[in-house]
């Protein structure tokens, strides 16, 4: 019996910068993804979060499972500058991560800059 396709969350195990963004995705790696992405050091992962969407704690599982290596999380959080809830906050400062909300484009420049420095970063973009 052979298998179908398998379906699986989009993962890019490594670090990246973005290359492009806008038009609903992202480029990085010689690669394109449609959707939110969460920038991480264990990788790049598809992100289930669109403009708009609740800034919920439990959409961050991921970022506090790579929390070890992640000093500053820069939260792209769309068009525009979106505050993050008190609950998300204290639940990053509870493991040592600083996070700093600033609209999508800013947060890939910064994120850009602070990985080419080699800055324990981390990003939870928001397509725009």
Same mark, same amino acid.
């Given at each position: 019996?052979?298998?179908?396709i398998? @379906? +699986?969350? #989009?993962?890019?195990?490594? $670090?990246?910068? &973005?290359?492009?963004?806008?038009? !609903?995705? @992202? +480029?990085? #790696?010689?690669?394109?993804? $449609?959707?939110? &992405?969460?920038?991480?050091?264990s !990788?790049?992962?598809?992100w289930?979060?669109t403009?708009?969407?609740?800034?919920?704690?439990a959409?961050?599982r991921?970022?506090i499972?790579?929390?070890?290596?992640?000093?500053?999380?820069?939260?792209?959080?769309g068009?525009?500058?979106?505050p993050?809830?008190?609950?998300?906050?204290?639940?990053?400062?509870?493991?040592?991560?600083?996070?700093?909300?600033?609209?999508?484009?800013?947060a890939?420049?910064?994120?850009?800059?602070?990985l080419?420095?080699?800055r324990?970063?981390?990003?939870?973009?928001?397509?725009?």
């Open positions: 019996m052979t298998k179908g398998e @379906f +699986r969350k #989009a993962h890019f195990p490594g $670090r990246a910068q &973005v290359d492009a963004y806008g038009n !609903g995705g @992202f +480029r990085f #790696a010689d690669m394109s993804h $449609r959707g939110s &992405v969460l920038m991480l050091p !990788g790049v992962y598809g289930e979060m403009e708009g969407d609740p800034l919920d704690p959409l961050f991921r970022v499972e790579d929390a070890a290596d992640i000093e500053v999380l820069l939260v792209g959080t068009k525009e500058i979106r993050l809830p008190v609950a998300l906050k204290e639940m990053l400062k509870a493991h040592n991560i600083a996070s700093d909300p600033m609209s999508t484009g800013a890939v420049r910064t994120f850009n800059i602070m080419a420095e080699s324990a970063v981390a990003a939870a973009l928001i397509a725009v």
